[in-house]
């Protein structure tokens, strides 16, 4: 078989018999690292020879091929979670996706890979057996710091090293907490934790203390139809709903406040500190949460407030009120969430 690949690769064609089946890297794992490796895979070892491929973003690649096989529709906030899943922490920056007769490569999809090479990137591909052809997927991940290998489910109490960095954290309620390269899980639920460099996020990734993550994204991309502010608050609601609160009451005043912000927001102007400006507005001795965002659809918006440490205290918060400002033209879309209680 190997000489066989070997003799079709001379002559720009790599292909195996369309017998030898995929051999697919685990979809699953129970801790936040990268591992590259050789594919298992003999066709796609011969793809990837002199790419930089990843054995745990090719879990992901896995997931999102036997998914696709399957008739589901894999977006980006699937996608990510199936990051989640496979403990794939860091960005992912470009997807590519093909089929192809059992055995051959996709070409277009082959290109694509190779022009990856000699970037700070990691690989993830793999093909999986349809009924009549390789489903074959392409994922490629961002890189610029190396992490210590760090669980994703962890016990109420640990200790979590997370390595030397800039770090952010936030709580299941949302709260930052102060972090050098260690923290306390002290409360049960789940955190966020990110790495950045200046205001670029070089790995964000959830953490669970006492739970299990779920099986699909808290928050997902799946547009849906009828005017944005009221698909916005149907979301929020919804996320809340997920985490076990109920619906947030409108207060005027916050939503006041929302409405100045996002106009600031629009007008390209440095915001103030949100949690000064809810005081001024009477927000005294209580809970405040503040957030902002923007993208082309509300889902999308929505979903990069909760993965953000410092502003998904105002999705998943312990708050009773909320403020919400909306802003949609031509496919840009704008929030601002604030959050009391």
Known sequence: MLLFLLACATTG?????????????????????R?????????????????????????????????????????????RWMAVLAGYPYPLIARATASAPPGEVPETLLAEARKQAGRAVDIGLVRARGREADRWFLVVGEHKLDLPPIPRDVALGETVTLGAGDWV??????????????????????????????????????LYVDEVPPESPPVGCLV??????????????????????????????????????????????????????????????????AAECRAATVEACLASIWWSPEGRGALVGDLSDIGLAVESAEGDVRIVLLGAG
């Open 169 to 206: 954290v936030s709580d299941p309620l949302g709260e930052l907490r102060k972090v050098d390269q260690s923290f306390q899980a002290d409360t049960a639920g789940e955190w966020m934790v990110s790495a950045r460099a200046g205001q670029s996020a070089l790995a964000t990734f959830p």
């Open 13 to 33: 064609t790599i292909r195996v018999a369309p017998d030898v089946l995929p051999v697919l890297p685990a979809p699953r794992a129970d801790r936040y690292t």
């Open 35 to 79: 591992a590259p490796g050789t594919p298992r895979d003999p066709l796609v070892a011969a793809v990837a020879d002199g790419l930089p491929w990843d054995e745990t973003l090719s879990g992901v690649a896995s997931a999102a091929a036997l998914a696709e096989l399957a008739g589901d529709h894999v977006d980006t906030c699937r996608l």
């Open 224 to 289: 849906g139809t009828g005017d944005t502010f009221d698909r916005a608050t149907a979301s929020i609601n919804g996320v809340r709903a997920s985490y076990g609160y109920a619906s947030l009451t409108r207060d005027p005043a916050l939503d006041s406040v929302a409405r100045v912000r996002l106009r600031g927001l629009v007008a390209g102007e440095p915001l103030p500190d949100a949690r000064a400006q809810l005081k001024s507005a009477g927000f005294i001795n209580v809970p405040v949460a």
